[in-house]
């Protein structure tokens, strides 16, 4: 039996709702589980002091005002209707502009390969990379090696 069982059967047991077949099952595992006896220990004292307390009196006006709040329709906050278009709108500003800003952009920074598209990850404008580099290594993996054994 799984801890996790265990302790929903604590709480059964303590409510007198669990049937005799699982009790059997939970005595064997408080038997060899020092966590879940100690669980139904804590749970045993805090069933106690709660078992030892009075049952409140809701206050009389409780019944009354909750039943009058379930029976009133929902009022619909009028304030907010706009926000059900105004939210999806400015999203769709938002991409828009953003599309037209970046495109823009890269007309004016990207360099122009021989299709006359903006080139950003063409390696062309990198530096000669040293010998032996890192870079060197990984541009030549890129490229399909230079026919060096390693």
């Known amino acids: 039996m799984k801890c996790s069982e265990t302790r929903r059967d604590i709480a059964r047991e303590l409510d007198g709702e669990l049937e005799p077949s699982r ?3 939970l005595a064997e595992h408080l038997g ?3 966590d879940c006896r100690s ?3 804590s749970m ?3 069933f106690s002091l709660h078992s030892g307390l009075e049952e409140a009196e809701p206050p009389s006006m409780l019944l009354p005002s909750v039943m009058s ?3 009133q329709p929902a009022r619909r906050d009028r304030s907010s209707w706009w926000l059900r278009f105004a939210v999806p709108a400015a999203a769709v500003l938002v ?3 953003g599309l037209l800003a970046g495109g823009r952009l890269a007309e004016m920074v990207g360099p122009v390969n021989e299709n006359g598209q903006t080139d950003f990850f063409g390696l062309e404008y990198l530096e000669e990379l040293p010998p032996g580099s890192i870079g060197e290594l990984i541009l030549a993996d890129s490229e399909g090696g230079n026919g060096d054994e390693r």
């Open 23 to 25: 009790a059997e099952a």
């Open 32 to 34: 060899t589980c020092e």
């Open 39 to 41: 669980y139904r220990e």
């Open 44 to 46: 045993q004292r805090l």
């Open 69 to 71: 709040a379930i029976e």
């Open 95 to 97: 991409v828009f502009f």
